[in-house]
Each structure stands twice: as structure tokens, then as C-alpha cells.
């Protein structure tokens, strides 16, 4: 799995966090501390996306193509990986998250007009501008990697356990697992007895990883979602090269009937399904 934070110690992590900068075309903005990267609520993430993507080589959406050759190739990883650039893909994605916060998708989840509950909420970031955005929202996350001041909005200490507490809520997750053999995703699905899950990231078939089932969740979880879940909802996100991720919104089956001799598990299905 992708979990870009596990692969720098926490020392890098908020020595970076302490020293970035954005320098968009016609402005020379500071975002070296939390207070100028919340910017008042202001999607900064998604403008620094747009900004970098609008300088970015030709080809860094083929980078693993094997008609690229090699060494445009490490050209392209270094453009999208490279440590010591603060305004490298990376780099932003351990600032803020791996998924860009899409306007559009910040806006489907105030209309769902759900309080949620946020498991494995990283730095906050998505969670932040939902609260900016009036969303009633709890936070919890076990990641020691990032530092309090990294942190935009409060998040306390707890694991997939708290969530038999929040069945009223709507559960968020958003890369929950570093690897396959993680269990994060699936305790979630274990303790969490509510209807309605909001997934942020890759699925099946939807992903360029050599693992079909994508950087973001395991495969023990996603079949286990389809089991007792279905997506009713899609919002397609601005992806980094590499991922294919989407907010997703799955609502809990009800218990299976028998129509005429086939088995139909009911789910409300909204008008609009796809964003």
C-alpha cells in the first residue's frame, strides 16, 4: 500500500512540516505553519494541486508505462517522490493528504447533512474544511507520525474499537491500510454498527498498483463492504499520477427477500449517483 508517511521518520516529517513553502505564478504565498495552510477554511491543498499539475512533465501520468524509457522514467518518479522538494507530490501529500479534497466532494458530504465520525483521520485535513464547512465531525486516528502541530483540527486518541459508540454517525475512512496484511480497515467494519460509510481512495480494478485492489483499503475489507454494503454514490477526484481514487458512499443493506424467486437486498438509491 501507499502509506507515504511510514516510509520518513517523524523527525523528517515535521522538519518539513516547519520549513515548506507555495510560490504559485503570480503570487509568493507562506504556508510554513498550520494557521497559513488552514487559510481560514481556503482549499489550499487543491489549489497547490492544480499549481503543481499545471508544470508537471508531459509524461508523469505514464511514468510505469513500459514504453517510457529508463531514465525519463526516474526522471518522473523523482518529479513526483523527490524528498528534499517541498512541493512535491509527496511532500503535499504527507502536508495535507493523499486524496485532494475536491470542491465538489467536500460539497456532496455537507448536503449528505450527516454527522460523522472520522477513523484514521491522518493530519485532519479533509476533516478540517468539513467543520469549517458546518459538518458535525469526530476525529480519531493512532498515528504517533503526526506531531500535534501538523494536526488541523483536534483528533483524539482511539482505534477502529471507539466506533461501536458512533452508530448514529456516518464512518469516514480515507486510506486507512498501509499494506494488505492490515486489519484496520477490517476492525472498522467490525465495530462500526451504523448504515452509511464514506470510502476516500482506490477499489477494485481501480487502481495502477499491481495489487487489483488498489493502495487504500485490503482486500478482506472491500469484499466484506460488498457483502454488507453497496455503493449508492461516486465522486470522481483529482488524482495524483499513480492513484485512481474516488469518494464513494455505501449504504448498509437490509436483510434478503425473496422476489418470485430471487434474492433482492433493499438499499435506497438516490436520483443522482454519480458527481
Known sequence: MADLVDKLPAWEIQRRSASYRYVAAEEDTAWNTIESRKA????????????????SPDNVRRFCSPDIKKDEREELIEWIRDVDDSGSCQSLQILFSFSVP?????????????????????????????????????????????????????????????????SERTLMISWPDSEESSTFSTDCLKHYKGSSIIHIGELFGETMS??????????????????????????????????????????????????????????????????
Open 102 to 166: 475536491f470542491p465538489v466532494a467536500l460539497d456532496f458530504i455537507v448536503g449528505l447533512e450527516d454527522p460523522i465520525v472520522s477513523m484514521g483521520a491522518g493530519c485532519g485535513y479533509w476533516e478540517y474544511l468539513l467543520k469549517k464547512r458546518g459538518v458535525d465531525i469526530v476525529c480519531y486516528d493512532q498515528n504517533s507520525q503526526y506531531a500535534p502541530d501538523m494536526r488541523y483540527i483536534e483528533i483524539k486518541d482511539g482505534g477502529p474499537e471507539v466506533l461501536s459508540e458512533y
Open 210 to 275: 499491481s495489487n487489483p485492489w488498489g493502495q487504500s483499503t485490503s482486500q478482506n475489507f472491500q469484499l466484506q463492504l460488498g457483502e454488507e454494503y453497496r455503493c449508492i454514490n461516486r465522486v470522481q477526484l483529482p488524482n495524483w499520477p499513480g492513484h485512481m481514487d474516488a469518494l464513494t458512499l455505501w449504504r448498509r443493506v437490509e436483510s434478503p427477500v425473496d422476489c418470485d424467486g430471487a434474492m433482492f437486498q433493499h438499499v435506497d438509491v438516490p436520483p443522482k449517483r454519480y458527481y
Open 40 to 55: 481560514n477554511g481556503r482549499n489550499m491543498y487543491y489549489d497547490l494541486y492544480q499549481w503543481k499539475m499545471g508544470q
